[in-house]
């Protein structure tokens, strides 16, 4: 069975500081990946994408990759309160299939 | 384009009802998901079309689930008959074939089966 990992949390950070997220997955076979914000009540946007080994940086927000550890984290620099939400990982599999994980809340705090 | 349109919003039915969830994909899309989500599972997929063909539909929880896929701009999901526990929140998305693409995430119908 494909599975993705994520610490449920909360993650509580103060404002400010660097929040780090982590995901790991079981497909080996898993070429890109997904990292979604999702608010209380509204559905899942994408903050960014991966598929390289490495990290790759999109504003405050930093995916790493590693695959040879089956590994995914997602760091947002200076974080603030509007960051507070639930961050989903989602891993696409064999056949275009996008399995999630079961997401990690972050709670920033003023 | 509109984005991933879902109807109802909101759907409060009795058990033992059938329940019908309407999806319209963006345009152009070759995939559409049907996800569910609760606060116990997380987002879990049910089924995935590829050019309206079902390609993976071992999420189903049971028979009492179906999807169709008619056409390119429509798919249903249907509950027959409903449970309490399948109270939740239903997410339809679509993305192209184009590789590394993120799936758009309609506004989801959430249902309570009473």
């Known amino acids: 069975q494909k599975e993705v990992e994520q610490n449920s949390g909360p993650l509580s950070v103060p404002e400010g500081a660097i929040a780090s997220l982590n995901c790991t997955y079981s497909?080996?076979?898993?070429?890109?990946f997904f990292w979604y914000r999702q608010y209380s009540g509204k559905s899942p946007e994408l903050i960014m994408f991966i598929y390289s080994n490495g990290d790759k940086e999109d504003g405050r927000f930093t995916a790493q990759l590693n695959k040879a550890s089956q590994y995914v984290s997602l760091l947002i620099r200076d974080s603030q309160p509007s960051d507070s939400a639930t961050y989903l990982c989602a891993v696409n599999n064999a056949g275009n299939m996008l399995t999630f994980g079961g997401g990690t809340r972050l709670m920033v705090k003023p | 384009d509109a984005g991933v349109i879902q109807s109802p919003r909101h759907e409060v039915t009795e058990m033992g009802q059938e329940v019908t969830l309407r999806c319209k994909p963006i345009s152009g899309h070759d995939y559409l998901f049907w996800y569910r989500q609760t606060m116990m599972r997380g987002l879990e997929l049910l089924i995935y079309?590829?050019?309206?063909?079902?390609?993976?539909d071992s999420g189903m929880p049971e028979d009492r689930f179906s999807a169709k896929m008619p056409n390119a701009s429509f798919s249903t999901l249907k509950i027959q008959p409903s449970e309490p526990r399948d109270s939740a929140v239903y997410f339809c998305a679509s993305r192209p074939f184009t590789e590394n693409t993120e799936a758009f995430f309609g506004q989801g119908t959430r249902l309570t089966v009473v």
């Open positions: 079309f590829n050019n309206n063909v079902p390609i993976d």
């Open positions: 497909d080996r076979g898993s070429q890109s």
